[in-house]
């Protein structure tokens, strides 16, 4: 039998260890990755074996060369580009015409090969996909099979909404040679997006078999780290070429030529690799130390990790860290868990470098100096970039200029030379100043830009529905803390980014693989005003104005001294409001915190009451959700606000469907079943909300958060708009705000947050899964269960270690139960997975 080792990858999640290698060669105990993988082949008699590379591949031909040193035969394909997974396959064609194994080359793995292979000709099956439980399933691809092992569906790297399961695709196949017929010629495809998928549908033999041992997907620096745990614990034996030295309850693995003065200081597994150096009384404990190494006296090392050619001066102390090749520890220097130091860097004496940091190569630490977190630039630098469409930090300290710089260069390399993005920004002085470093970034890679300077979000979003642009940002304070900004990508439809337009980005921000314009033919800037004119026009032609101005409605809104003030009070005077404006001057750097929301509020209801005024409206400083006050005084919920507006759209006659998240409740269906109007559930994240919202069929996308959009003005969240359509349908309703619920059926509506540790939520997803087998249950987002006309939701939080638990029933006695119920089930589940 053949096996297919896929080694193509960029390595770009474990950056910087793929500085000067391809991912595949990075060294587990002084070996390369693969080679434990064509040592486990060899093991189970495969020892004809196909390697597909592509990036840097001639280090990996330079080590294996035809394979005979390590008992293989070893042929070499390289596509002469990014064709997929199974794409690259394909190119190999040739070599397969029988039955085959593929593999990745970046796995550390013991399963038994034999039995997967018998299970797959037992089955005769046409592909057998191997697989494994894990505590995060997000990065890799959920595969959910029947009694008889056949697979029913896959979610390829879901978010945690949609983890119904822990069982994941290993990237370890069986497959029949017919199966690459199903791959077309050249183009790029993938087996967990495009071919396995392909099969299911086809109804094909296609299985899965989980098998038992040890799996490791080596993706990223810290999976790295907890491979090397793993065999010290002894979870896996591996084979080391150092042989083992005779110390009692010592497991030392001394190479030759090894110079090691005092050995009474090694405790727990220690490595040293050949012609390395340790001098004088040092304290080292379950470490690898590579080739050609000098460790000096005093240094005290503890499940450390050090490449070949690296130096570590006397009395520097490094725990739970990678050091890469040709680095330089000064005397004295600190490193903390979690450190990662890529290639040719220097740290100078006494410096320290903070937990979890990363060093890319070829980086200068000054003596004494405090690193606090991962330089790339010279500059600070975030795990983590994209949440959603938002990218957020700091501002000028996370988020600087350079980066920013740097970002804008990634966005604008993503995109065609000589195309145009839509630029905007809030009121704050520190959106100004990064947005101009961001644009720079833009124009450096042939983008132009349209600047609509200080605006509004909805508007920009407006106008990017129309012809002309590819895509936009918007810089803003962040809601939740005036200290940090975002930047919001948006599409060239005006939607939020997607994550695969996120990774993109990330992709070549990462790489440096950044497009520099021709010195002339940079970007250019140009200023666009005529947005406003253009968005009153369609703002009016959304509303009907005879309505309106025959209501002569009377408002009070507080404008949260954002943009939006200098577009809304104009519109509405054109249509017959009298409008009392609060805050409504644009007052720069001034951050709203829910302390000074709670009180704005209590000013309004005080200010709308004794006014008589027939409503009144905080409009967010995104102008992108509201929060309402009646005539009487009374402050609506989110809830509550979704619920009327529904109510007053379907009392008003219009006719279309209404989409609302997973998590709103059952009274939209039960006000909508009475004039026979459809309900569209969707997922809670803003992009899967506004998707839904461009169907020529939906009238209203509404959240529980005070966000509404009317797709036949724009799809998108709009507090602006929402303000008058509310307004409008008062009108035509002819009835005040305060009776506008009246008729709608009482429900209680609870919900509550519980923290959660990442690596919890894809059993505690499985746990509810397996609780909900007998039940009616539905997987939109999370799991909803349903008890008649009562439910609870557990919905995992996309972007914080935190799990939601939302419940509804006929009272409020009735909801806590279920909430309470619930709470326990989870809390239980969590002790049971520690």
Request: net charge neutral; with cysteine.
């Amino acid at each position: 039998m053949k096996a297919v080792i896929m080694a193509g990858g960029f390595g770009t999640r474990i950056q910087p260890l793929t500085g000067s290698i391809p991912k595949p060669m990075i060294p587990l105990f002084n070996r390369p990755i693969m080679l434990h993988i064509v040592e486990l082949l060899k093991k189970y008699d495969i020892t004809e074996l196909v390697m597909l590379l592509y990036h840097q591949p001639f280090y990996i031909k330079n080590f294996f060369r035809d394979g005979a040193d390590f008992g293989v035969k070893i042929s070499y394909v390289t596509p002469l580009q990014d064709m997929g997974t199974a794409g690259a396959v394909k190119a190999a064609e040739k070599y397969l015409n029988e039955r085959f194994m593929v593999i990745s080359g970046d796995l550390l793995t013991d399963f038994n090969l034999k039995k997967i292979m018998d299970f797959h000709a037992d089955n005769k099956a046409k592909a057998t996909i191997t697989l494994t439980s894990v505590k995060d399933p997000l990065q890799f691809g959920v595969v959910i099979t029947d009694k008889e092992k056949r697979i029913t569906q896959f979610l390829e790297k879901p978010g945690w909404g949609e983890v119904i399961s822990d069982t994941i695709n290993t990237g370890i196949y069986v497959l029949e040679p017919e199966v690459l017929s199903y791959i077309p010629e050249g183009e790029n495809f993938d087996f967990s997006q495009d071919l396995f998928p392909l099969m299911l549908k086809k109804q094909d033999a296609l299985f899965g078999v989980t098998a038992k041992g040890y799996w490791r997907d080596i993706g990223n620096t810290d999976s790295y780290r907890e491979a090397y745990h793993d065999i010290f614990r002894g979870r896996i034996n591996l084979k080391i070429d150092e042989p083992k030295q005779d110390f009692v309850g010592k497991d030392l693995r001394i190479g030759a030529d090894v110079k090691l003065e005092h050995a009474g200081g090694l405790e727990g597994t220690v490595v040293i690799g050949d012609n390395s150096q340790v001098l004088g009384d040092v304290r080292i404990k379950d470490s690898v130390i590579g080739r050609n190494c000098t460790i000096e006296a005093g240094v005290k090392l503890g499940r450390c990790i050090i490449w070949d050619n690296s130096y570590i001066k006397k009395g520097a102390k490094i725990t739970d860290s990678v050091i890469c090749s040709n680095v330089r520890v000064g005397q004295g220097a600190v490193l903390e868990e979690g450190a990662i130091v890529a290639e040719d860097t220097s740290i100078g004496d006494e410096a320290v470098i903070k937990a979890d940091v990363k060093i890319w190569p070829k980086k200068t630490i000054e003596a004494g100096a405090t690193v606090t977190s991962n330089m790339i630039w010279g500059e600070k630098w975030k795990k983590a970039l994209f949440e959603g469409a938002i990218i957020k930090g700091l501002s000028n300290v996370e988020l600087t200029p350079e980066f920013v710089a740097k970002m804008g260069c990634a966005y604008g390399t993503s995109l065609p030379k000589g195309s145009f993005v839509l630029g905007g920004r809030d009121s704050s002085p520190s959106s100004r100043m990064l947005k101009r470093c961001f644009v720079g970034g833009l124009l450096s890679a042939g983008v132009n830009v349209r600047d609509m300077k200080m605006t509004s979000l909805p508007l920009l979003r407006y106008k990017l529905k129309t012809f002309g642009e590819v895509g936009g940002v918007h810089f803003r304070q962040a809601q939740d803390d005036p200290a940090l900004l975002e930047i919001v990508f948006l599409d060239g439809d005006g939607l939020d980014f997607s994550s695969n337009m996120g990774k993109n980005i990330e992709r070549t921000f990462f790489k440096e693989n950044f497009r520099r314009a021709h010195h002339t033919e940079p970007g250019v800037l140009n200023d666009i005003n005529n947005v406003g004119d253009f968005y009153r026009e369609g703002f009016l032609r959304a509303l009907d104005r005879e309505v309106l101005k025959k209501a002569a409605c009377t408002v009070v809104i507080d404008f949260s001294f954002s943009p939006a003030s200098q577009t809304l009070p104009q519109l509405l005077n054109e249509l017959g409001f009298s409008v009392i404006a609060l805050n409504a001057y644009v007052d720069e750097g001034r951050g709203v915190q829910p302390k000074a929301k709670n009180e704005a509020l209590r000013q309004l209801a005080t200010i709308v009451s004794s006014l008589g005024a027939q409503a009144g409206f905080w409009l967010h400083p995104t102008a992108e959700s509201i929060t309402l006050v009646d005539e009487t005084g009374r402050i609506y919920s989110g809830v509550e606000l979704l619920s009327l507006v529904v109510a007053m759209l379907i009392k008003s006659g219009q006719k279309g469907a209404i989409a609302v998240p997973v998590q709103a409740p059952s009274t939209i269906e039960l006000m909508a079943e009475q004039k026979r109007c459809q309900v569209i559930r969707t997922k809670s994240s803003d992009r899967a909300m506004l998707e839904v919202a461009t169907s020529s069929e939906i009238v209203l996308t509404g959240t529980s958060d005070g966000r509404f959009a009317f797709p036949r003005f724009q799809a998108a969240f709009d507090g602006m708009f929402a303000i008058a359509k509310l307004m409008e349908l008062t009108a035509i309703c002819g009835v005040p705000l305060s009776q506008g619920l009246s008729g709608v059926p009482v429900r209680a509506f609870l919900q509550t947050s519980l923290p959660c540790p990442w690596e919890m939520k894809g059993g505690i997803m499985r746990k509810m899964s397996e609780d909900s087998l007998e039940k009616e249950a539905s997987f939109i987002d999370g799991i909803k269960v349903h008890f008649s006309d009562d439910w609870v939701l557990v919905l995992p939080d996309q972007y914080l270690p935190t799990v939601h638990i939302v419940a509804e029933a006929k009272d409020q006695k009735a909801a806590q139960k279920l909430l309470s119920e619930y709470q326990k089930k989870v809390e239980g589940w969590k002790k049971e997975l520690l």
